[in-house]
């Protein structure tokens, strides 16, 4: 396709980010896997399990402390983690678990609730972009692990929170994406090849929280939506500029699950009591609240949409199926605890952040179908005593992957 300067920076963005992602059919090359949803495409996986759980491939005992998820492409598994006193990009094989190399990539957050990184990794193309606890955002070479640039979102106005940066960054066309917060613009886009700033919202300039950025195209405008304490928003992806904002006044603490874009529908939730809200924009970025509710109250595991089901545990309830069209709560199930979710295959993979726990579990708005479930074996000896098992499951090429600090697990759920 032959470019003009009058071309659709829509367009453009995704071409170009059609072309740089190389990732394959069944990679997961960022947080909530290829479009943010944390939905698997994959298919032909077990739908029951032994009584033992699936057959464990690997586990490599070498990550250091950090709750960053893996990123998995071209058969290499991407995760942060802490070596020697410094936070680190860290890459395994992700067939067998050999550690390849490893990056630095800044000083080592430290925090009560445990120590090092949160976000995962980026990859798109030769690249893979990686967010630290304390801010620094890194551009890392693939094939030879060399730093190509850095930045850091402090030197963007932001300031650490609490718990440390947490968000996961996204690339979407040239445009490296992420929240530093503060008055200088909440939301900033670096070129993505020099790390040279594009632009930040000028107009939005509330303090960063721990939800990460999603893309979105409502009402034909390319978008950025992020969520805040206070607000949710959607910027243009090509200037910064605030096209609509939602206030989130329940927001407390720490709000940090990903917002849920459906067509013109944008959805959100946090815990601390906060609940949820969906919003509807209009074609002039007119904001319509469609519901506000407590039935689901997702403190950090996540909620996904499958069809038109929200599945997510509500905190200090229950494991919650609800309606995401009306907000209503179809079904709770109280029996299992707290913990994060994925996605694959028509079945949920649920994990229970104290016990380590993992139940697979249909994702039907009838009931809580379980297909079995096992739990990890060894768990790490190094998690502060306020912590507890939160890095999400991802699943890629009809495999599990977990981890539990400086334990990275692998399993077959595939049956071969």
Request: hydrophobic share 35%; charged share 20%; with cysteine.
């Amino acid at each position: 396709m032959k470019m003009n300067q009058r071309t659709p920076f829509a367009i453009l963005c995704a071409l170009l980010t059609l072309n740089a992602l190389s990732a394959g059919a069944g990679d997961w090359p960022q947080w909530r896997g290829p479009d943010r949803t944390d939905i698997s495409t994959e298919t032909g996986l077990l739908k029951s399990w032994p009584a033992d759980g699936p057959k464990r491939v690997w586990l490599y005992e070498n990550a250091g402390h950090g709750y960053a998820g893996p990123a998995i492409v071209g058969g290499k598994l991407f995760t942060l983690g802490t070596r020697d006193g410094s936070e680190i990009l860290l890459v395994l094989d992700a067939n067998t678990g050999k550690e390849l190399w490893t990056a630095k990539v800044g000083s080592v957050l430290k925090n009560n609730w445990g120590d090092g990184p949160r976000g995962t990794p980026t990859v798109d193309g030769d690249r893979v972009y990686v967010l630290g606890g304390t801010g620094s955002l890194v551009c890392v070479r693939i094939t030879d692990g060399k730093t190509l640039w850095q930045a850091s979102l402090t030197d963007l106005g932001g300031k650490v929170p609490n718990w440390g940066y947490s968000e996961s960054l996204l690339v979407d066309g040239n445009q490296v994406v992420c929240t530093p917060g503060g008055a200088q613009g909440a939301i900033a886009a670096l070129d993505k090849m020099t790390g040279k700033l594009l632009w930040q919202s000028k107009e939005f300039t509330d303090e960063a929280h721990y939800a990460s950025v999603v893309v979105a195209e409502i009402n034909g405008t390319r978008q950025y939506v992020q969520l805040t304490m206070q607000n949710f928003v959607g910027v243009s992806a090509k200037d910064g500029k605030l096209l609509w904002q939602a206030s989130f006044p329940k927001g407390r603490t720490a709000v940090i699950p990903t917002p849920i874009v459906k067509g013109n529908l944008v959805y959100v939730t946090a815990g601390y009591g906060a609940g949820c809200k969906m919003v509807s924009i209009g074609p002039d970025n007119q904001v319509t609240t469609v519901y506000e509710n407590t039935v689901m109250k997702n403190h950090h595991g996540g909620v996904i949409l499958v069809g038109d089901h929200l599945y997510g545990h509500s905190d200090g309830y229950a494991w919650v199926c609800q309606d995401f069209k009306t907000g209503e709560e179809v079904w709770g199930h109280r029996q299992f605890r707290k913990g994060a979710v994925a996605y694959a295959d028509g079945m949920l993979y649920c994990l229970e952040e104290g016990s380590g726990t993992l139940v697979l579990v249909e994702a039907s708005p009838t009931d809580w179908k379980e297909h079995g479930r096992f739990t990890l074996e060894p768990q790490t000896k190094i998690r502060s005593p306020s912590g507890r098992i939160w890095t999400h499951p991802v699943i890629s090429h009809g495999k599990l992957y977990l981890r539990d600090q400086d334990l990275i697990y692998c399993y077959d759920i595939k049956g071969r």
